[in-house]
């Protein structure tokens, strides 16, 4: 059974999220596990403070309860609560060990502090064992007609195509793959070329696909000019993973498209756990 986590914070932006969510798995099935984490001050000395701690768990999972009868009581789908207490980017990358895909909202509530750190959503998306699902605010599910797949080429794993394409055919989707060149020295690749000798050696494919190269002032703009000219409804990228100090320093295409992307973004790891999404 494909199984589908959403954690939550209680906000507007996460309540979208979830809805979004049940819509998703509605079309393609599955389950879902609605999820909390929750800090609390850690004192196991003191006993009063183990009676507070489980109040709290409970305080949470009956915030989860209201909003799983809010949004989808008669939307018969399964949907496991989890109220887990730690830090919100450490537990769900644990979880994404268990589970096929996370789907989570892309707007936090401490905008300054983000520019620094980095939202959790950014976080999750760049350190997950599986695909994230980054659903912006205000943004309602409906069925991908056009994808468009963003990545520096030399990701193109064949892993990760299998994966792209399988996704697309669960929508009967057309699959767009395009590159951006910036700048006179940038060099110039043949994706067509190097997809198809990847994937397509032996056998014509059943996905409707495009292939453009383009050239602009920053791989950001490129993607955004062409995905409002085609009427993109999906954006696919992949995360290459980093260490600490590299994500810290690292000015990564990824998360510029995830920051920016008014569209739901699927996030994709050359190292993700076979036969997830």
Request: net charge negative.
């Amino acid at each position: 059974m494909r199984t589908i986590l959403v954690p939550v914070d209680f906000s507007t932006t996460s309540e979208n999220a979830f809805r979004y969510a049940l819509q998703y798995v509605r079309k393609i099935g599955g389950e879902i596990m609605l999820l909390h984490v929750y800090n609390f001050p850690m004192d196991t000395a003191n006993p009063a403070m183990l009676v507070s701690m489980e109040d709290e768990k409970k305080r949470v999972t009956e915030q989860l309860q209201q909003m799983k009868d809010k949004l989808a009581k008669d939307a018969g789908i399964t949907v496991h609560l989890e109220a887990r207490i730690g830090f919100a980017v450490e537990e769900i990358v644990k979880l994404s060990k268990e589970i096929n895909c996370i789907i989570m909202g892309t707007q936090g509530e401490h905008l300054m502090l983000e520019k620094v750190f980095g939202t959790i959503s950014t976080d999750v998306s760049q350190q997950a064992h599986c695909p994230v699902l980054l659903i912006p605010p205000d943004v309602s599910f409906k069925d991908y007609d056009d994808i468009l797949f963003a990545s520096d080429y030399s990701a193109l794993e064949g892993k990760v195509l299998e994966r792209i394409l399988k996704f697309s055919k669960m929508f009967n989707a057309g699959l767009h793959f395009v590159h951006v060149n910036v700048g006179p020295d940038n060099p110039k690749t043949s994706p067509d070329e190097l997809i198809f000798e990847k994937i397509f050696a032996s056998k014509e494919p059943d996905t409707p696909m495009y292939f453009a190269e383009i050239e602009d002032t920053s791989v950001t703009d490129g993607l955004n000019k062409y995905i409002s000219t085609h009427k993109i409804d999906l954006l696919v990228v992949v995360s290459q993973k980093r260490s600490f100090w590299e994500r810290l320093f690292h000015k990564s295409v990824t998360k510029r498209m995830v920051l920016n992307s008014e569209l739901p973004t699927l996030v994709l790891h050359t190292d993700d756990i076979p036969d997830t999404v």
